[in-house]
């Protein structure tokens, strides 16, 4: 799909006005409708219908050395309300998102299938591949948006430890601190009850805090319409403090976040591990660090230039497999003045895993009588860090198609030392139509 898409871009050139469909200046594959799509979105009324596809190639190493390829792909239907222009109710908004995925995904290959990766080379793959309601919420700004209030069927990501990223590995996206703690923490396209509160104290400066409701029904494949409450095993309560300053005279965007999480969800303790089982609970909690700055700008404009990504979270180690991660990636978006839309990415992330995990899998052996990593009953045993590094080359093919070849590098996938490092070219594209 995403080649074809290429094929009618390059096809289409650039001659055609920018509400005809296949135009390179239209932000929709199928155009403006005749004008009807921007007059609804003048009236307050946005239809949105996006997809996004990542495919990967296992070029050498892993688990599987045998080349081999897997495709995973993303549809995203939704519709955004301005409730100020169709009703009158000021500063309010209602958004709608259903979503499917499916395909295939090759750290399946590339880690023992008795751990998996801790990343993942497809961000797009994972929860399911199923249909679900993502988003159906409502958002309410009070006392000149120095109040903002959201509620409804939301995912814990769109607000905190957020921005947006082109990468195809997991390790290099927003909201890492739910990827490590995703037990919890639920990331797009898996939506809960909840909502958040936020406090602009300044026009860079806001506070907010979120409640999330967790059930098994948030996450199980074929559940992505089952909202009821019951059974609640507990809540998310997340609180972040962010700065989003433009410094310098050329006005650098930047977004500074720190945040802190508590589940009331009932864990099991891994160091309480006995022969039997788990002899103790406790609750979940951590923290995390988002620091993005653009470096740079081109010609006096914000619009190109260098930007440096910094991330770390920290989870508790009595329940969370892995304890504590870190990544750094630079991008450059512009870097050539023929294609000032492109964008060069580069990142390397560290993933730990926790001490208290590593030495419940050897008990665990132990117990089972287990010392042959080739037995099909024994826990490979995961300790240290899983290490993922990428770099990509997003092409701005036109305002409705962006393609972004990459290449990976996985260092002992799944923190499993047996496993070789493991090479993988990727391919993933996003379309608006």
């Known amino acids: 799909m995403a080649l074809s898409a290429l094929c009618l871009a390059l096809f289409a050139g650039n001659s055609m006005a920018a509400g005809e469909p296949l135009s390179y200046d239209s932000p929709w594959m199928f155009g403006d409708w005749g004008g009807t799509r921007s007059a609804l979105i003048d009236d307050g009324v946005d239809f949105q219908l996006n997809y996004t596809m990542e495919a990967a190639s296992n070029w050498g190493g892993g ?22 222009k169709l009703l009158n109710w000021q500063d309010t908004e209602f958004q709608m998102t259903i979503t499917n995925r499916d395909g295939q995904n090759l750290s399946d290959q590339v880690a023992d299938p008795r751990t998996g990766t801790l990343s993942s080379v497809q961000e797009v793959y994972g929860r399911g591949q199923t249909w ?4 159906f919420w409502l958002r309410k700004g009070f006392f000149d948006d120095t109040l903002d209030v959201k509620a409804g069927r939301v995912t814990v990501g769109e607000d905190f430890d957020n921005f947006d990223s082109k990468f195809q590995n ?41 409640f999330y409701n967790q059930n098994p029904y948030n996450y199980a494949r074929g559940d992505g319409f089952r909202l009821e409450f019951n059974p609640t095993q507990g809540n998310l309560v997340p609180v972040e403090l962010g700065w989003k300053p433009t410094l310098g005279a050329d006005k650098l965007p930047g977004n500074y976040r720190i945040g802190y999480y508590y589940s009331s969800v009932n864990d099991n303790v891994y160091d309480s591990w006995r022969n039997d089982g788990f002899h103790n609970t406790k609750h979940a909690y951590g923290g ?52 000032p839309e492109d964008e060069i990415g580069v990142g390397a992330a560290r993933i730990h895993v926790n001490s208290d995990y590593t030495r419940m899998l050897r008990a665990e052996n132990r117990a089972n009588g287990e010392v042959d990593y080739h037995s099909p009953t024994y826990l490979p045993i995961q300790e240290g860090a899983e290490y993922n590094y ?22 002992a996938p799944g923190a499993v030392s047996k496993v070789d490092n493991a090479f993988v070219g990727g391919l993933s594209a996003n379309l608006s139509f």
């Open 63 to 84: 688990y599987h050395s045998s080349t081999t390829a897997r495709y995973s792909d993303q549809w995203a239907f939704g519709v955004n309300l301005d409730l100020e």
């Open 132 to 135: 679900r309601l993502t988003q």
């Open 170 to 210: 997991l390790a290099f996206g927003s909201g890492q601190a739910g990827n490590w703690r995703g037990d919890h923490w639920y990331n797009w396209p898996v939506s809960q009850w909840g909502g958040r509160v936020k406090l602009n104290l300044t026009p860079d400066v806001f506070l907010q805090v979120g």
């Open 288 to 339: 995390y660090i988002l620091a993005q700055q653009q470096l740079t700008s081109q010609g006096g404009s914000a619009d190109r230039g260098l930007t440096l990504t910094l991330q770390a979270v920290m989870n508790d180690h009595r329940t969370s497999k892995t304890d504590n991660y870190q990544a750094i990636a630079l991008t450059w978006k512009g870097p050539f003045d023929a294609r």
């Open 390 to 411: 990428e770099v990509y080359y997003n092409v701005h093919v036109t305002n409705w198609l962006q393609l972004r070849p990459n290449l990976q590098y996985v260092s």
